[in-house]
C-alpha cells in the first residue's frame, strides 16, 4: 500500500447504504456519535464510582484479600450443596465403610494366624519350613551382608570341622584350660 496525502478539508464518507435516504443517515450518524458520547460519560462515572468504592472499603477496614476470603468461603459452601457433591460424598463414604470391613477382615485373619502359630511348638514350626529354604531366597543371597556372614561362617566351619577330620584339634583350648588367651583373629 502507498501513503496517500488527504485534503483534511474533505470529510470522508461512505456511501449510501442502499434503502437509506440521506436524511435518515444523517439522524443515524448523530444518534451514534450521541451513544459514543454517552459510553464515555458512563465510562468516567463508573471509574469515579470504583474510586469510591475502593475508598469506603478502605476506611472500613476490608481489603482484597478479606474479599477474595469470603468469595472462596461461599463458593465452597456451594459446592457442599451441590448435588454433585453430595453424590460424590456419599460414594466415598460408602467405599471407606467397606476398606474398613475389608482391612478389619484381614487383620483379624492374620491375628488368627499369628495366634495358631504361637500355640504350636518351635520345633514343630520349623517342621515344614526349613531354615535353609528362607536363607535360599535369591534377594539375602545376593545381598553384601549375607556374602560377608557366609564368608565368616565357611572360615569358622573349616577350621572346625578341617581340625577334627585331620584327627588333630587346632581349637583353642577353652577358657579354664590354661593361662593362654584366645587369638585376636577371630572372625567377629
Avoid at 468469595?71 to 460424598?89: C, E, G, M, P
Avoid at 511348638?121 to 528362607?134: A, E, V
Avoid at 556372614?149 to 572346625?160: C, P, Q
Wanted: hydrophobic share 30%; charged share 25%.
Amino acid at each position: 500500500m502507498t501513503d496517500v496525502p488527504v485534503d483534511p478539508g474533505v470529510v470522508h464518507r461512505t456511501p449510501v447504504v442502499e434503502g437509506l435516504t440521506e436524511g435518515e443517515e444523517e439522524e443515524l450518524r448523530a444518534e451514534l456519535a450521541k451513544v459514543e458520547e454517552e459510553i464515555v460519560t458512563l465510562r468516567q462515572v463508573l471509574a469515579a464510582k470504583e474510586r469510591h468504592c475502593g475508598e469506603l472499603k478502605r476506611r472500613l477496614g476490608l481489603s482484597t484479600l478479606g474479599e477474595l476470603k469470603q468469595n472462596l468461603s461461599r463458593s465452597w459452601h456451594d459446592v457442599q450443596v451441590s448435588t454433585a457433591y453430595k453424590k460424590t460424598q456419599e460414594t466415598l463414604s460408602q467405599a471407606g465403610q467397606k476398606t474398613s470391613a475389608a482391612l478389619s477382615t484381614m487383620g483379624s485373619a492374620i491375628s488368627r494366624k499369628l495366634g495358631d502359630m504361637r500355640a504350636h511348638p518351635l520345633s514343630q514350626s520349623f517342621s515344614s519350613y526349613s531354615i535353609r529354604h528362607s536363607i535360599s531366597m535369591p534377594v539375602m543371597r545376593n545381598s553384601a551382608t549375607f556374602k560377608s556372614f557366609e564368608d565368616r561362617v565357611g572360615t569358622i566351619k573349616s577350621k572346625v570341622v578341617g581340625g577334627r577330620e585331620n584327627g588333630s584339634d587346632n581349637l583353642p583350648p577353652s577358657p579354664g584350660s590354661g593361662d593362654q588367651t584366645l587369638p585376636d583373629h577371630a572372625p567377629f
